[in-house]
């Protein structure tokens, strides 16, 4: 169940994204579909093996109050995302394309303020290197939920395999969403979801 929370934390942003895509007639084919899921899982798998690789080292009681802080400082950044994204979208406005690099972050960081960013040449359709960029950018969140549940004893095996199956129904959902129920209206903004679970995960394990 706590893995199906964290998960379920992690999964609303792809959500809210393919609908936004779908609103604006951008289309992401299957294939990229899972190859955003397979880097979302290796970014996740990631953070949980250097989490379970410092609690080892760490002093007993510890990774329980860091988990804790790591779970309530996104929590409530999530609860209010909106907000920041918002005014972050301000100093980022540019809209020239850019060539992919492994470690541009930046250009990251503006697909993370607006997912449809992603979407660089304008062509309607997500390219494997613009995949690559989204799925950095939707999983920026699961290098610390990843770190922090690796200290309160979830099976990594379990929240890696949700994270890729309810990554691509969630997907394939919002694209649904976005294209049958919210033609006109997709800038939604479900992210305080997720901060509710990361509060309640907290919350529960301290």
Do not use: R
Request: glycine share 6%; aromatic share 16%; net charge positive.
């Amino acid at each position: 169940m706590e893995a199906l929370i964290l998960v379920f934390s992690l999964v609303i942003d792809s959500f809210v994204a393919s609908i936004a895509y779908s609103a604006d007639k951008i289309k992401i084919p299957n294939l990229y579909i899972i190859i955003i899921n397979i880097v979302s899982c290796l970014i996740l798998t990631f953070s949980l093996t250097l989490g379970n690789y410092l609690e080892n080292i760490m002093p007993a009681y510890l990774p329980k109050y860091i988990s804790f802080g790591i779970f309530i400082i996104l929590g409530v950044y999530k609860l209010f995302e909106g907000f920041f994204k918002k005014y972050m979208g301000k100093f980022s406005k540019s809209k020239e394309p850019l060539t992919f690099k492994l470690f541009d972050f930046s250009f990251a960081l503006q697909v993370y303020i607006d997912e449809t960013k992603a979407d660089f040449d304008e062509s309607k359709i997500i390219s494997l290197k613009e995949s690559i960029y989204l799925a950095i950018a939707l999983s920026i969140d699961s290098l610390a939920v990843g770190f922090g549940a690796s200290f309160i004893n979830i099976n990594p095996i379990l929240m890696i395999l949700f994270c890729f199956i309810f990554g691509i129904c969630s997907i394939k959902l919002g694209s649904f969403v976005g294209k049958k129920l919210l033609p006109e209206n997709s800038n939604k903004n479900l992210s305080w979801l997720s901060g509710i679970c990361l509060l309640l995960i907290a919350f529960l394990k301290l």
